[in-house]
DNA sequence: ATGTCAATAAATATCGATTTTTTGGAGATT
DNA sequence: AATCTCCAAAAAATCGATATTTATTGACAT
């Protein structure tokens, strides 16, 4: 998300390496939100030198999944309610806006791209091919508003909601909300250039999510 | 920005030394947009270790002022009249928001903050002092929006913007528009709690600036 | 008991050297 | 003339060791 990764394939450098695996392990809650984070530690549970752990703390922090007090090393940033209500405003607001320019500028090969993602997630096997279609059809809504910063603001703050996700409830007992229902909604009316439909379907999408989670992280 | 700093005196890391400096060569255009930045040149212009330069660069890519390029070092993030015209767009969205969230959470601590950093903005000589200046008073504004994350973003576009200001012209022939009334106005219009006129007054601030750097761009 | 201070331990930050990777170009091949 | 291959120089990434800084502990005075 962060470094401008080419090759597809097999991570080469160790800082990437590591910058992945602390990120999942942040992401996940292995390490849990505020705790400090020792790279001697961390270094020899990556088997790796203590420059890329460094580093890929530095980087995390750039996903604001890490912050760094000056001479006193690094912890993974804080949870709080009020912190997950900021994030899901935020993203209503800027998913608002991008996926309406996103829609203005539509084009047959945006279409496209927006048809296989959906599909994608709809045949995705596995909680964990399902998040990653999830997140990939999301983002291609917004990867026509040619805006560029906007993305990366909106997958910043798609990472921080699912660690929330996470953290709130380990194997979810997804409340059956027809999620593939709501997804199809927002998907038909992009796919039919209808902004007003299209952005009130994905903030109806977040919000519902939103409540739920926040009941859930009531007793944080 | 992005270090959580403590003591305000002598700068203590060489890492945050490193940042500074690096910081303000970007914002100032001795590190030309899209320009290679080299490790070694640097460490040796910083006089201190490749060690810090490196976790500077790291922390500069947070503020979007540097890219990471995996195996290949950094560059000063490109500018672009695009670029500029998404980033004055986000900041209309964000401050806006931030704004009319301030003034609805109004305070007397919060007005008097406000009262001060508008004294001060009047009151600094030197362009320096009130860039400095300049910068604290739209903050403050934000500041009580009990959003930290969007005062981040904010911040950090600022620092953009400014970028790109320093860019377009060296000594600015600042067209004379009256700046002062502009942030009277604003002032005012927060202090009243009137949040339509603050946030009008705000967005055409920007637009005003935005229309004209966009104007000294177009030959980029 | 409580608070202060110094000594010690632990962890972070930094340096200098080494290893990989990329870049640029000379010469070979079509 | 254009393209490809391989080598050398340059740069980035990484490691291992050292220097600084912060955190902890316990003796001592209040």
């Known amino acids: 998300m962060n470094m401008i990764d080419h090759g597809?394939?097999?991570?080469?450098?160790?800082?990437?390496?590591?910058?992945?695996?602390?990120?999942?392990?942040?992401?996940?809650?292995?390490?849990?939100?505020?705790?400090?984070?020792?790279?001697?530690?961390?270094?020899?549970?990556?088997?790796?030198?203590?420059?890329?752990?460094?580093?890929a703390l530095s980087l995390l922090t750039s996903d604001m999944l890490v912050e760094r007090i000056d001479q006193r090393g690094f912890r993974a940033t804080p949870a709080s309610p009020e912190n997950f209500a900021e994030i899901l405003n935020l993203r209503c607001v800027l998913e608002d806006m991008a996926l309406r320019q996103s829609i203005a500028n539509a084009t047959p090969d945006w279409e496209e791209r927006l048809v296989l993602a959906h599909h994608h997630m709809n045949r995705a096997v596995g909680a964990e091919a399902f998040e990653d279609a999830h997140k990939v059809f999301h983002?291609?809504?917004?990867?026509?508003?040619?805006?560029?910063?906007?993305?990366?603001?909106?997958?910043?703050?798609?990472?921080?909601?699912?660690?929330?996700?996470?953290?709130?409830?380990?194997?979810?007992?997804?409340?059956?909300?027809?999620?593939?229902?709501?997804?199809?909604?927002?998907?038909?009316?992009?796919?039919?250039?209808?902004?007003?439909?299209a952005s009130a379907a994905l903030l109806s999408h977040?919000?519902?999510?939103?409540?739920?989670?926040?009941?859930?992280?009531s007793g944080l």
Chains 1, 2 share one sequence.
Do not use: W
Not at 159 to 186: C, M, P
Not at 206 to 217: C, D, H
């Open 139 to 197: 983002m291609t809504l917004l990867s026509n508003a040619a805006a560029p910063m906007t993305e990366r603001y909106c997958s910043q703050l798609y990472d921080l909601n699912i660690r929330y996700r996470n953290l709130a409830a380990s194997e979810v007992t997804y409340k059956r909300r027809d999620i593939s229902a709501e997804h199809a909604q927002i998907f038909d009316a992009a796919i039919k250039r209808n902004a007003d439909d």
């Open 8 to 55: 597809s394939g097999k991570e080469k450098s160790a800082t990437r390496a590591a910058y992945l695996s602390m990120r999942d392990m942040i992401l996940k809650g292995t390490l849990p939100a505020g705790e400090k984070i020792k790279i001697e530690n961390l270094r020899k549970l990556l088997d790796t030198g203590a420059s890329p752990v460094r580093e």
């Open 206 to 217: 977040y919000r519902l999510t939103g409540e739920y989670l926040a009941q859930q992280l």
